[in-house]
């Protein structure tokens, strides 16, 4: 069965600070791979999306970006944090139009 | 762009009535409809999803397409204090498999 595993849970970081987010995908091959976030009282923003390596769309312009080094494994970056990236991100992989997500991760800049 | 609408809520519920949760969606092409749990501080889980064909059943939950009025509805009989969490309504835009998510409503049952 398909797995996703998504770390940390909880990250606290300062303004400026760099930041790296990781989610791999276990138990499928070529998985459509998403980032969303979820800003407080907010609902789910879809930020990135890829279908295959190297494969990055970008849905909103911001500071963050996203990389697909291997197949199944996809990560979140910022060189600078600003306040306004704190929220509660979410990696999910596709399979036909049913999205899973993994656990998340509570990004608290300050 | 597609749209999806939620009452926001709260909407509460005695334990053991009928929990009633609306979405509205502004694509009338919109062939499909999942539905979403997510507990507080935790990521959102697919509960139900339905096809424009018919309505779904699968133990206390049912998933009901109103197309002509263009809203789907979930309801969770005998509620639980355990369903106590956000419900987010999704349809699919018809790219590159992700989905365009209501806001979600919360709902709380009380014992």
């Known amino acids: 069965s398909q797995t996703i595993h998504q770390w940390p849970a909880t990250l606290v970081q300062p303004v400026g600070s760099p930041l790296s987010l990781e989610c791999t995908v276990e138990?499928?091959?070529?998985?459509?791979l998403y980032w969303y976030r979820q800003a407080a009282g907010r609902g789910l923003q879809l930020l990135f999306y890829?279908?295959?390596?190297?494969?990055i769309s970008s849905e909103v312009p911001q500071n963050l970006s996203a990389s697909r080094p291997q197949d199944r494994q996809f990560i979140l970056s910022s060189k600078k944090l600003l306040l306004s990236d704190s929220g509660f991100y979410l990696c999910?992989?596709?399979?036909?139009?049913?999205?899973?997500f993994g656990s998340g991760t509570q990004l608290s800049v300050l | 762009q597609k749209e999806v609408e939620q009452n926001s809520g709260p909407l509460s519920v005695p334990e053991g009535a009928i929990a009633s949760l609306n979405c509205t969606y502004s694509?009338?092409?919109?062939?499909?409809f999942f539905w979403y749990r997510q507990y507080s501080g935790k990521s959102p889980e697919l509960i139900m999803f339905?096809?424009?064909?018919g309505d779904k059943e699968d133990g206390r939950f049912t998933a009901q397409l109103n197309k002509a009025s263009q809203y789907v509805s979930l309801l969770i009989r005998d509620s639980q204090p355990s369903d106590s969490a956000t419900y987010l309504c999704?349809?699919?835009?018809?790219?590159?498999?992700?989905?365009?998510f209501g806001k979600g409503t919360k709902l709380s049952v009380k014992p």
């Open positions: 694509d009338r092409g919109s062939q499909s």
């Open positions: 999910a992989w596709s399979g036909g139009e049913k999205l899973f």
């Open positions: 890829s279908v295959g390596i190297g494969q």
């Open positions: 138990g499928t091959s070529n998985p459509n």
């Open positions: 999704a349809v699919p835009p018809g790219s590159q498999g992700n989905l365009i």
């Open positions: 339905i096809y424009s064909n």
